[in-house]
């Protein structure tokens, strides 16, 4: 196993094309893993998480830091359910 195709399994590429030459690998690979990290960074920003630490995550990752993201919970709903909570019990 060579390192294009360590690349291409790690990416998701190799499961769409497998027969993708080299060049092509590594220019479609870095691409969908700027805009991951670019995706990353949105939604962290939107639920409440340090935009920088996901948007450098989401460059390396690629759609295994998205995947993560979308399964974790909103930081923003939780920390609001809590000091309901606190005023609740408070009163």
Not at 29 to 43: P, T
Not at 49 to 75: E, S
Request: hydrophobic letters at 40%; a positive charge; proline letters at 2%.
């Amino acid at each position: 196993m060579d390192l294009y195709t360590i690349f291409g399994y790690f990416s998701g590429l190799y499961f769409i094309r497998p027969d993708l030459d080299s060049s092509t690998l590594l220019r479609t690979g870095a691409l969908v893993h700027i805009v991951d990290a670019v995706l990353c960074g949105v939604i962290a920003r939107q639920s409440g998480r340090n935009r920088n630490i996901w948007t450098v995550t989401g460059l390396f990752l690629g759609i295994w830091a998205l995947g993560t993201l979308f399964l974790l919970p909103d930081k923003r709903k939780s920390s609001m359910q809590s000091e309901d909570c606190k005023l609740q019990k408070s009163k």
